[in-house]
């Protein structure tokens, strides 16, 4: 194997964490059939037979063993690389990793997350789609999915629930316009719940879910929007409860061996802390004061 390929390695490794190729794409948003050639192509650039297929999964052949140890120790030694690379700015860089709507909410409770006084730095890091933790794509990430694989650790928060909420105009029309993230940008079941109901008309579409919740705001039209942002957010009225099949517990997700680190502890504290002062939000409750 003459040029050593980085991410056909990460993706062998999901694979042989994960059990196979579903599990590998699942962690990794790369279609099944893709990883299946690329990990093909990776057995054929290495000359060894890497896995045993069968219907089950697969499962890592000797070979596919020794080589996993290799990509194990260039992990542990990308992440040394990578810790040095903060120490050179002087301060560690703690990552939280979340969807658009749970990174407002970090964003907007920020101070009880950080203030300049900290001996670390603060990235709040939207993503809508699963980062890897295994490669520390972030240090933290609160998901709705409790890993089951890897070297990762979780802690079960609050539970998330969601509903459709409008302007009290748009509310009261007798027929319903609502507002969706496109198909293809949809990646969660909040996402897609409107464009899987027949009888909603969806008269505008969106990428971001910044830009959703300003469209509602506007009076747009309805949107599906998660309790802890509509129920607190002036102008919008929610239409109807929520929407339980909707409903997901949300997990504090790290790598297991960088919890102990003392700043990644303090971070894992605050958000655990955060989101159980703010559940009755998440939950559907409403609160904030009432939302005032």
């Not at 050179?88 to 203030?115: E, K, M």
């Not at 990646?187 to 008269?203: E, F, G, V």
């Not at 579409?205 to 607190?232: A, H, K, M, N, Q």
């Amino acid at each position: 194997m003459k040029d050593e390929n980085w991410d056909d390695l990460r993706l062998f490794l999901h694979v042989a964490t994960e059990g196979g190729l579903v599990g590998a794409a699942d962690k990794t948003g790369i279609s099944a059939p893709t990883i299946g050639r690329r990990m093909l192509a990776l057995e054929r650039a290495t000359g060894h037979s890497l896995f045993l297929r069968h219907t089950k999964g697969y499962t890592l052949a000797p070979d596919g063993e020794v080589l996993l140890r290799h990509v194990k120790a260039m992990e542990a030694q990308a992440v040394s690389i990578r810790r040095w690379n903060e120490n050179g700015y002087c301060q560690p860089i703690v990552s939280i990793a979340s969807d658009g709507w749970l990174s407002l909410f970090l964003a907007r409770n920020r101070t009880h997350l950080w203030t300049p006084d900290d001996p670390f730095r603060l990235c709040v890091k939207a993503s809508e789609q699963e980062v890897d933790l295994i490669f520390r794509e972030a240090e933290i990430a609160l998901t709705t999915r409790r890993p089951v694989a890897g070297n990762l650790a979780a802690r079960q928060s609050v539970r998330m629930r969601f509903a459709a909420y409008a302007t009290p105009e748009v509310a009261a029309e007798p027929s319903e316009r609502w507002i969706s993230i496109g198909r293809e940008q949809a990646s969660t079941s909040a996402d897609r719940w409107i464009s899987k109901q027949p009888d909603k008309w969806i008269s505008i579409w969106t990428t971001t879910t910044p830009t959703l919740l300003e469209l509602v705001r506007s009076g747009g039209g309805r949107g599906v929007l998660p309790c802890f942002i509509g129920d607190l957010e002036p102008g919008l009225v929610r239409v109807g409860g929520p929407i339980e099949e909707l409903s997901a517990d949300l997990w504090i997700t790290m790598h297991d061996d960088d919890r102990s680190r003392p700043e990644v502890r303090t971070m894992i504290d605050r958000v655990a802390e955060l989101l159980r002062h703010h559940s009755v939000e998440f939950s559907g409750g409403k609160s904030a004061e009432a939302a005032e």
